[in-house]
């Protein structure tokens, strides 16, 4: 896709009355409130694969959670299995473990667009210690990252390094990481009736364009504080989050990249479309990449276009022929869900027969896993 640079004028940080932080105009993250969803919640799910809620997902193993009033039993808002919190704002929030030794939960989402090298920001947050906590702690925070991070255990999220010596060696080394904006490790997060905002100013070094939420600090460096909680079951400190915001702080004019409108034959891949390994539902972490289909089709409201999926070569012709198209469908049912006329679009799959790149190695089979859409009309 052709790119350009659109100039957006006095991103300034302002306070609309009547509004919450996360609300105003300018707020980098999608979603802030976690308000929009794909589905109600049903329960606390061991997995904890955030499925329902749209732009947030769980990086690592941890199985964070999410809440709604719309939900069952032990996901509804304000009462579910972790005790009592109306929302923030509106009537969802998430939730996540912060306390344990070798067990942390956490939040990521991407950004609406990087952030600026050398420009000003603000990262806030609002968390509150759920009534059934023994435990709480300090040292809750933001990380801003290029790259998402990503994590197989459900230890606490780290740096990690794999040097290979040979076919028989390596070496792992794991370095904790910094976030930019952190609660003060003096000042427990101890109350379960307030909403209490963490929040932080710094200086971007460019790029950045995933948020983490959660715990970085090791269990020793994380200011435990054993709570008065009677209704105590669980085995941590679990924190509601609600409401979170990274907003420009520079008042001068700057440059955001954004694409230029694709012509009619045009075929636009979508990177960032992401799916379970032989699933065809849209996972949380394709939100950016959707809404920006969304926002084209929005602004170009005579455009029609065809989504094509298609797939490795691992499984049988019929059984990727059939995937391809339900992922595909996918696509097409999330935008109609987000008020997109099902008539401005068609939706196909190629299977495995259109590759991109090599099925030989895991990076060259999942570029091959991909939706794209071609431009029929404008």
Known sequence: MIRRWTTIASLLLLLHAGKTFAQTADNMVYNPSFEEYRRCPQRIDALGVMTAVDAWWQPTAGSSDYFNACGGRDCQVPRNKMGFQDAHDGEAYCGIYCSQEHYREYLQTELRTPLLAGHRYRVSFWVCLADKSPHAVATIGALLTTERLEDSTWDVLMEREITDYNENKSQSIAVYLTPQVINNKDSVLSDMRKWIEVSGEFTAEGGERFLTIGNF??????????????????????????????????????????????????????????????????????????????????????????????????????????????????????????????????????????????????????????????????
Do not use: C
Request: overall charge negative; proline content about 4%.
């Open 217 to 378: 600090a090791s269990f020793n460096h994380s200011n435990v504080h054993t709570t008065n909680s009677v209704n105590a079951i669980l085995q941590g400190a679990y924190y509601y989050v609600d409401d979170v915001a990274v907003m420009p702080l520079d008042s001068t004019e700057i440059s955001i990249e954004s694409s230029d409108t694709p012509a009619v034959g045009d075929v636009v891949p979508m990177w960032n479309i992401f799916f379970a390994t032989s699933e065809s539902e849209v996972l949380p972490q394709s939100y950016n990449e959707l809404r920006r289909l969304q926002e084209l089709l929005e602004a170009n409201p005579s455009m029609k276009i065809e989504l094509r999926g298609h797939t490795d070569n691992q499984g049988t012709v019929e059984f990727n022929l059939r995937l391809s198209v339900d992922r595909a469908k996918s696509v097409a049912d999330y935008l109609a869900e987000h008020g997109i006329d099902r008539r401005r679009m068609t939706f196909t799959g190629f299977g495995k027969s259109q590759p991109v790149d090599t099925n030989d190695t895991p990076e060259g089979r999942s570029r091959n896993r991909r939706v794209e859409y071609r431009v029929l009309s404008k």
